[in-house]
């Protein structure tokens, strides 16, 4: 899709209309009809007036019969047209606006995690609120204002010209003085409209992470702190909104002065003609009528562009973030990761997340397949990086990450990740069932195979006490089961996935002591003939491994078995002996990674 220069709303509105308006553009053409109707109708409206003042002026009693028919006729064919309008616009509108709330998810939850680290969760989900409100309500008064009342104007404009042009043009004068005003006020709002709309993400931010955060503050006291940086953030959404409700609010008098001075004309002017005998009574009620009723369309009009520049903030934002291709895609011609035996090789493997930031330099390393590599190091060290290179989850910058003699880019996506399961420390589970959670591991398994891999995950027995069983929804982040109970349900989703290479991030760190021993005991199982790549915590993990590797700044210290490393009296010597003598307990490393 082509980007778009910032200041621009033509192009914006063009782009909206090919990416998403275009398919209704057989709705959207009855809604023209339907439009130009109420347009006809009221155009009618300072005829029909004229001609009831005429007849009533020369005493024509036939008007007090057919007069009120017409009138009951005009108005009922111009109800009728304004709700059909109303019920086809609502329903392209609303249709849009999911469809491209749907685009923008579907568009985030395939970028790439860089991208998306960029701003908070709170930051996006504040694009489908507040952005679409802005856009949703363009859309709505395009075709309801905008349209409609283009239609009505020019029905009135017409009808103003056939009774006298040259008071029409007297009138049309004040337009200019009118227009260039409206049009600098709506430039301002676009340029508040987008500071406040990042602004808003912002503070959308903060207050989640706030209340996320919620224990940390209440065990250090910051309540204080943190509502004063929240009333901060919420005062500044209040002045950029007063600024801008400012900037609309000057638009009421210039469109009340310009249509009072044009009232003011023709009055004067129609007054004088009908004094002299020039013009009639009806004359001079329907046109003024007519001038009366089209100062209500072109002020909605005036009042249009403010909300047009505010939409198109939204709409800039939107198609910025959509044009953002994903730096990690697939290539074309692709193949499927041919199934082997599951070896994983890191060849010169160099990484950063910031240009000034290396995260792994000159990584070689060879993960046997069917065994377990166990990563230790200091915190920061690189252990993370290196375990998200295997899915793709972040690319090499130079160098290659191969399986089975495949380098990772070269294949297919989706069979990449079929061949990768990951336990972490970070529990993902969906406000959903624990039937569903477990599930998500292969989509279409059975529930007999759900529950044969919550067996072996050790989540069976504590899942038949929840008072649903397995359609026992585990709330928000799986919010209503206990850390223990969420690893086992994690656990239970790589059972089910049953990929040949296992990826554990420190899984059982966060586990009291006898959590960790159950969910201890399913990842040994879980590991059983499993090529398995795991940052290592606990030392009888690291007795455990075939291979450990000690990493340290990016690159890899020392690698061999338990015996030999500390035999060796290196960094990992001294690793474990600063295990031993920690009093806290038996962590080897620091819970997070950098």
Do not use: C
């Not at 800039?316 to 044009?323: C, Q, T």
């Not at 990563?375 to 399986?403: E, F, H, M, Q």
């Not at 970070?426 to 959670?437: C, S």
């Amino acid at each position: 899709m082509a980007r778009l220069p910032k200041g621009d709303t033509l192009p914006l509105l063009r782009r909206l209309w090919g990416d998403w308006l275009s398919p209704h553009r057989g709705t959207l053409a009855v809604v023209l009809v339907l439009i130009a109707i109420v347009g006809a109708a009221t155009g009618l409206y300072p005829a029909l007036i004229k001609a009831a003042f005429d007849a009533f002026d020369s005493k024509d009693t036939s008007a007090l019969a057919y007069g009120p028919l017409i009138v009951i006729a005009v108005t009922s064919v111009r109800g009728f047209a304004l709700f059909g309008q109303t019920v086809l616009t609502n329903r392209v509108v609303t249709r849009v606006e999911a469809d491209m709330q749907a685009a923008l998810y579907g568009h985030l939850i395939e970028s790439d995690l860089a991208q998306l680290g960029r701003e908070s969760p709170a930051a996006f989900t504040q694009r489908f609120t507040t952005d679409f409100a802005f856009i949703k309500e363009a859309l709505t008064r395009i075709s309801t204002v905008l349209l409609r009342d283009v239609a009505m104007l020019i029905g009135l404009v017409a009808a103003l010209i056939w009774m006298d042009p040259v008071l029409t043009l007297v009138a049309a004068v004040t337009v200019p003085f009118v227009a260039g005003p409206i049009g600098r006020v709506g430039k301002k709002l676009r340029r508040v409209s987008t500071t406040t709309q990042e602004q808003m993400g912002a503070t959308a931010s903060l207050i989640s992470e706030s209340l996320a955060g919620a224990r940390i503050a209440k065990t250090y006291a910051l309540e204080g702190y943190l509502k004063g940086r929240a009333a901060e953030a919420l005062d500044e959404v209040r002045r950029l909104k007063m600024k801008a409700a400012n900037a609309r609010g000057r638009l009421d008098p210039l469109l009340e002065i310009g249509g009072g001075l044009a009232v003011a004309a023709v009055l004067m002017l129609v007054g004088q003609r009908v004094m002299s005998g020039e013009r009639t009574v009806g004359d001079f009620t329907g046109y003024v009528a007519a001038l009366l009723l089209a100062a209500q369309p072109a002020r909605a009009l005036g009042t249009l562009n403010a909300i047009l520049q505010e939409a198109a903030a939204a709409l800039h934002r939107y198609f910025a973030l959509m044009d953002e291709a994903p730096r990690i895609r697939e290539k074309p011609g692709a193949r499927p990761l041919r199934a082997g035996p599951g070896e994983i090789r890191f060849e010169d493997v160099r990484f950063r997340y910031r240009a000034d930031a290396p995260a792994l330099e000159g990584i070689d390393l060879v993960v046997p397949a069917g065994s377990t590599t166990a990563l230790v190091g200091r915190s920061g060290s690189g252990k993370s990086s290196l375990l998200n290179l295997v899915p793709r989850l972040y690319d090499v910058t130079g160098g290659r990450v191969t399986i089975d003699g495949q380098d990772v880019r070269d294949v297919t996506m989706g069979s990449l990740r079929a061949a990768v399961a990951v336990v972490s420390q970070e529990v993902v589970l969906f406000d959903d069932t624990v039937a569903a959670n477990i599930g998500f591991g292969r989509p279409g398994a059975s529930q007999a195979e759900i529950e044969a891999a919550a067996e072996a995950a050790a989540a069976h027995g504590f899942i038949g006490r929840l008072p649903e069983g397995y359609r026992f929804r585990v709330g928000p982040a799986g919010g209503r089961l206990s850390g223990g109970e969420r690893q086992r349900v994690s656990l239970a989703r790589a059972f089910l996935k049953d990929a040949p290479i296992l990826l554990l991030d420190e899984a059982t760190s966060a586990l009291d002591s006898e959590s960790e021993h159950i969910v201890q005991a399913a990842l040994e199982r879980l590991m059983r003939g499993r090529t398995t790549l795991v940052i290592a915590h606990r030392l009888s993990t690291v007795r455990d491994a075939g291979l450990i590797v000690v990493m340290e700044a990016g690159r890899v210290a020392e690698t061999g078995t338990h015996d030999a490393l500390y035999g060796a009296g290196g960094a990992y010597a001294r690793l474990h002996r600063f295990q031993l003598s920690d009093a806290a307990g038996p962590s080897l490393l620091t819970p997070t990674e950098s």
